[in-house]
């Protein structure tokens, strides 16, 4: 059974750096598979997730939504199932639940990623 956690957020202030970290179970090691970072708002249905970032197993092609460019960086350890997202100089309208994704090709829309975590708070006050 394939098992996704995210770990780390809480309350941050605007301006401070807060890491996530995405850690990946009970896939076979045989997998090549994208992940994903999205974020979901209160009154947004889970279709509504915003893509954040997404990465390609080997790391060497990324995407970030343009609000985060500069901002964050998402990277994985494949030898450890874990992937990344850095968020520096957090802004308020960063606030979300944050929950990562499997996707077997890649994707900006949640329809292509199959295993999610239950998501990582990150409230971001000024």
């Known amino acids: 059974q394939v098992q996704v956690e995210e770990s780390g957020g809480g309350l941050v202030q605007a301006g401070d750096p807060v890491m996530l970290s995405c850690v990946v179970s009970g896939r076979r090691t045989s997998d090549k598979y994208s992940m994903g970072w999205f974020r979901q708002v209160p009154g947004k249905e889970r279709e509504e997730r915003e893509c954040?970032?997404?990465?390609?197993?080997?790391?060497?092609?990324?995407y970030y939504t343009d609000s985060v460019k500069g901002r964050f960086t998402i990277s994985r350890d494949n030898a450890k199932n874990t992937v990344y997202l850095q968020m520096d100089t957090l802004k308020p309208e960063d606030a979300a639940v944050y929950c990562c994704?499997?996707?077997?090709?890649?994707?900006?829309?949640?329809?292509?990623?199959?295993?999610w975590g239950r998501g990582a708070q990150v409230t971001v006050y000024s």
């Open positions: 994704g499997i996707s077997t090709y890649g994707g900006r829309t949640t329809e292509v990623y199959v295993d």
């Open positions: 954040v970032a997404t990465i390609n197993y080997s790391g060497d092609t990324t």
